[in-house]
């Protein structure tokens, strides 16, 4: 089963790169990441990571399973509005997206706010879970 796994990361990271809303993985620098926040990052970024979820279900008796893929999606910005701004406009792509490969994309709840980081930067987070059969 591990060959058959895709990068999910990968897939969230695409579908907000292509939503138009200010961050990029291909800019330099990138504001649009895979994996944890880089310390070097912009100040106004986004990085997507999976997160552990739920164990794979059996898929109709078909020797295939069902997975649920979490991802969270951790936004920053100079300042709140500019933060909780761009975190809503990830939400709202992401929410019920049609992603290639995947049966569906939802989010799981809207972006809740951490707080300021180590270098003063307002950050929100939410999560996605998507699913599809390998």
Do not use: I, K
Request: hydrophobic share 45%.
């Amino acid at each position: 089963m591990a060959a058959a796994l895709t990068d999910v990361e990968l897939h969230v990271a695409q579908v907000l790169d292509t939503a138009a809303l200010g961050v990029s993985r291909t800019a330099s620098p990138p504001s649009l990441y895979t994996g944890p926040m880089p310390m070097p990052a912009p100040p106004l970024a986004v990085a997507v990571r999976e997160v552990p979820g739920d164990a794979p279900e059996d898929y109709m008796g078909t020797g295939r399973s069902y997975l649920q893929r979490d991802v969270q999606v951790l936004v920053r910005g100079r300042d709140y509005l500019e933060a909780q701004a761009l975190a809503r406009g990830c939400w709202r792509a992401l929410h019920l997206a049609a992603v290639p490969g995947y049966v569906s994309c939802r989010a799981q709840g809207l972006p809740s706010y951490l707080g300021e980081g180590d270098n003063h930067r307002h950050r929100f987070v939410f999560t996605v879970t998507l699913a599809h059969v390998v």
